[in-house]
């Protein structure tokens, strides 16, 4: 009987921590976006995109989830709920994208354009085109929204674009191959994919104030929601590394093999991770280290989570 | 659906070429290396699928024996660079990153770039009509590329190092000048502007086209009979395209895959059957030489090719001279 009501309770405990809700994968290589049941890693749909979608950005009424599909030169409209497409508006190169957080800007990376594009949310006008070489890959704003920086992959630099006067103000090496940037305690960190770990940068005038060693080819870095753990995906090495967001010091690393690349949080904690080259999304428990593969399409790169599903 | 051939891409750039480049130096060019990899794997398939098949009908129903075929070594190494090697990785670079910029910049100008699922929106999502569609927009395209490099003498002059080969096999289908693969790829870029062609979205049907049109070469005799040879190209039907009296501006069968074009326009020969191959007025070189010999005669021709006709003493460089076989 006892052991009968334990396995109960183990039964209970696990449903009420599986996540549930919806993940949108998207597939750059199947020119696609899986949309997986969170609670047991089905796929649900599969929604056709035009050629090569990479990065995706939530609308600021929460009513949208903005696809960039770079190789298709179009923005695909989802309803972050059903999946369903809203529509598909041209655009050059839509590599990378992002909304400021006061919800005016929206910043486009066009990485094999060579160019960033902000936008006017209000009227989804073009504002100013900054030509910056090369390779704009990945962004992160001040929390103010007065600026963005944008890392330049092709050329070894950080880009730094004022967005009240529209203007660069400085373009500076801050690390080889840099990818992912966040905005964390006053500082810009970068990754760095072409070393092994992040560039502390001063998001004043771009100097390099210290180096961290998360693992080689760090390539993205997220913060979770609590804001108590920093993780970094090193592509080179095959880990996540979590850190210490204070102290930058590493408290974990764990294996991910398969090219980490994005990550997504989910309400009980989990980290839903796409693998490049695996065709899979790994889940992953950061408190016991366990991992969960689901299957989607070619070469997974952004992943946005709807826990609540609505 | 898992994609063996995509898992096995990625784990080459997981565990082989991202170290390297991370080595080097070079980790901007991982996405292109991965696109590389997806390319070879596939061609390494290709290589196998068509040796498997193509090599069993060669020695049942040869065209033609030689006492010796050192000749056709030269095309298994063609084979290999055009489907494994380096060039897949120029086009890749080269090509695909261009027509992306060039795309862009036409949208950037008011012109969105049109696609086939843009005028024809059920395609999307549905990968085998979609594709049939591209094929059959893409092999049309080729059919007036192909004509064309008949037509014009310097481009002869460069394509002619295709027909040079007298002992045609399966692996004489990436027999090609260099000059005269880049100027496909930028014809290819074209046309996919033009229609927007999908970068390594049908790899496995794109497999299917590569095979048929290496065993459109095939030392074999098949046919695929009355109907089916008006279907699909056949060994048959190509093999007279690489026949002695139809190099240059003479040819017919232009087709690569389908023989529509042929028929719509008035360049099909269905009547001549399993003739002798090869290009009379080609130099020794240019049929029997190393790829290095190979290539070079190929740009001596078209510099040749390339001066007026009026200062030449020569006969069109497209015309034929009857000289040795003529089973024909």
């Known amino acids: 009987?006892?052991?009968?009501?334990?396995?109960?309770?183990?039964?209970?405990?696990?449903?009420?921590?599986?996540?549930?809700?919806?993940?949108?994968?998207?597939?750059?290589?199947?020119?696609?976006?899986?949309?997986?049941?969170?609670?047991?890693?089905?796929?649900?749909?599969?929604?056709?995109?035009?050629?090569?979608?990479?990065?995706?950005?939530?609308?600021?009424?929460?009513?949208?989830?903005?696809?960039?599909?770079?190789?298709?030169?179009?923005?695909?409209?989802?309803?972050?709920?059903?999946?369903?497409?809203?529509?598909?508006?041209?655009?050059?190169?839509?590599?990378?994208?992002?909304?400021?957080?006061?919800?005016?800007?929206?910043?486009?990376?066009?990485?094999?354009?060579?160019?960033?594009?902000?936008?006017?949310?209000?009227?989804?006008?073009?504002?100013?085109?900054?030509?910056?070489?090369?390779?704009?890959?990945?962004?992160?704003?001040?929390?103010?929204?007065?600026?963005?920086?944008?890392?330049?992959?092709?050329?070894?630099?950080?880009?730094?674009?004022?967005?009240?006067?529209?203007?660069?103000?400085?373009?500076?090496?801050?690390?080889?191959?840099?990818?992912?940037?966040?905005?964390?305690?006053?500082?810009?960190?970068?990754?760095?994919?072409?070393?092994?770990?992040?560039?502390?940068?001063?998001?004043?005038?771009?100097?390099?104030?210290?180096?961290?060693?998360?693992?080689?080819?760090?390539?993205?870095?997220?913060?979770?929601?609590?804001?108590?753990?920093?993780?970094?995906?090193?592509?080179?090495?095959?880990?996540?590394?979590?850190?210490?967001?204070?102290?930058?010091?590493?408290?974990?690393?764990?294996?991910?093999?398969?090219?980490?690349?994005?990550?997504?949080?989910?309400?009980?904690?989990?980290?839903?991770?796409?693998?490049?080259?695996?065709?899979?999304?790994?889940?992953?428990?950061?408190?016991?280290?366990v991992l969960t593969h689901y299957q989607v399409g070619r070469s997974p790169h952004g992943i946005f989570l709807n826990a609540s599903g609505e | 659906m898992i994609d063996p051939f995509d898992l096995t891409a990625g784990w080459i750039e997981e565990h082989a070429l991202i170290p390297l480049l991370y080595r080097f130096d070079m980790m901007e060019w991982e996405d292109v290396a991965y696109g590389w990899a997806l390319v070879a794997v596939y061609g390494v398939v290709q290589v196998f699928l068509t040796l498997a098949i193509c090599l069993p009908l060669e020695r049942w129903r040869p065209v033609e024996r030689w006492p010796d075929n050192r000749a056709v070594a030269v095309d298994v190494f063609y084979t290999l660079l055009s489907r494994i090697g380096i060039l897949p990785l120029v086009t890749f670079v080269l090509f695909y990153k261009l027509q992306v910029m060039l795309s862009g910049w036409l949208t950037d100008h008011g012109y969105v770039p049109p696609t086939l699922e843009g005028f024809f929106p059920f395609l999307l999502g549905r990968p085998v009509p979609t594709f049939l569609l591209y094929v059959i927009i893409l092999d049309f395209s080729d059919y007036w590329r192909h004509r064309f490099s008949h037509v014009f003498r310097w481009w002869w002059a460069l394509h002619s190092l295709h027909h040079a080969q007298r002992q045609m096999t399966f692996w004489s289908d990436d027999r090609n000048h260099l000059l005269d693969d880049i100027i496909a790829s930028l014809w290819f870029l074209v046309v996919g502007l033009l229609i927007g062609v999908p970068p390594l979205q049908f790899p496995v049907l794109v497999l299917v086209l590569r095979f048929l049109e290496s065993l459109s070469h095939a030392n074999a005799r098949v046919s695929f009979g009355w109907l089916g040879e008006r279907l699909l190209i056949s060994p048959r039907f190509h093999r007279a395209h690489h026949g002695i009296l139809a190099a240059g501006e003479r040819s017919c069968n232009y087709g690569a895959v389908l023989p529509w074009w042929d028929m719509m326009f008035g360049t099909a020969d269905f009547g001549r059957a399993y003739v002798e191959t090869g290009d009379p007025s080609a130099s020794e070189a240019l049929v029997t030489g190393s790829y290095i010999a190979q290539q070079w005669a190929g740009l001596k021709r078209f510099a040749g090719a390339l001066v007026p006709r009026s200062v030449r003493s020569h006969d069109r460089p497209g015309a034929v001279r009857l000289v040795g076989r003529t089973r024909e």
């Open chain 1, 1 to 289: 009987m006892t052991r009968i009501l334990a396995a109960a309770f183990l039964l209970i405990s696990a449903a009420a921590a599986q996540a549930h809700g919806v993940a949108f994968v998207i597939n750059s290589g199947s020119a696609s976006v899986s949309i997986l049941d969170m609670s047991t890693g089905a796929e649900l749909r599969r929604i056709p995109a035009l050629r090569e979608p990479h990065h995706w950005a939530l609308s600021p009424d929460g009513k949208s989830l903005i696809i960039g599909d770079s190789a298709g030169n179009q923005l695909l409209f989802l309803d972050p709920a059903t999946g369903d497409v809203q529509r598909r508006v041209p655009c050059a190169d839509p590599y990378q994208l992002g909304f400021s957080p006061n919800g005016k800007f929206l910043v486009v990376n066009g990485l094999a354009r060579n160019q960033v594009d902000v936008y006017d949310v209000a009227t989804y006008t073009l504002i100013k085109r900054f030509p910056l070489s090369s390779m704009p890959s990945h962004m992160a704003y001040a929390p103010d929204s007065s600026m963005v920086y944008v890392s330049l992959q092709g050329t070894d630099k950080l880009a730094a674009i004022d967005l009240i006067r529209m203007a660069v103000v400085w373009v500076q090496p801050t690390g080889k191959t840099p990818a992912g940037v966040l905005w964390l305690n006053g500082r810009v960190l970068v990754a760095n994919m072409g070393e092994d770990g992040l560039s502390v940068v001063d998001p004043v005038d771009g100097h390099v104030e210290r180096r961290v060693h998360t693992g080689r080819g760090a390539h993205q870095l997220f913060l979770s929601p609590d804001g108590h753990t920093l993780y970094v995906n090193n592509r080179v090495e095959g880990t996540t590394a979590a850190l210490d967001p204070a102290t930058l010091e590493i408290r974990r690393t764990y294996a991910i093999s398969g090219g980490p690349d994005d990550i997504s949080f989910a309400p009980n904690g989990d980290l839903w991770i796409t693998q490049r080259f695996a065709e899979k999304v790994a889940v992953l428990d950061p408190r016991t280290g």
